[in-house]
């Protein structure tokens, strides 16, 4: 299952490449590039907000998460579960800026990045964050939902005695 999971991940990635290179799509519909920065921007407030309903509210029924160091999340169960763990464990305090939005159809590629601080809850530390993030977004019946998220480090981490 999860080889599938990655498979249309890649996919779509690749179909909206591709037709952006064939097309030279630049911008979409304003209607398209509204919805879907205000989609990233209610999800990025559930994270200021350590809100897991909020943040899982923003993707498609079987939406997937790909969180770094941690599992896979897939459907709304298994992604409540994600967040709800995470927030337990972490304050985020970031902001997103938007680098590329493509869209086909019913299918869109965001692109973001993100930088501020991360804490620790136990025990405290707080330490600078910034990530790449990756959106693939399906409209579901009339709304932008996000379908696959993944996100990584902008910058290796340091490892002790390095």
Sequence with gaps: ???SRAQILVTHTVRIQTIRTQRKVTSMSSNDEMEIRELL??????????DAVAAVAQYAAD??????????????DQLLTSYRQIFAAIKLDVAFTVRDVVVDGDLALATT????QVTVLEPG??????????????????????????????????????
């Design 1 to 3: 299952m999860r080889n």
């Design 41 to 50: 921007d209610r999800y990025a407030t559930s994270l200021a907000d350590s």
């Design 63 to 76: 939406g997937v998460f790909y969180p770094y160091n941690l599992p896979t999340a897939a459907g709304t």
């Design 113 to 116: 990045s993100s930088k501020g």
């Design 125 to 162: 530390i707080t330490t600078a964050e910034q990530n790449r993030e990756v959106f693939v977004l399906n409209r579901v019946d009339g709304e932008w939902k996000i379908a696959h998220y993944m996100f990584n480090k902008a910058e290796a981490p340091v490892v002790a005695g390095s």
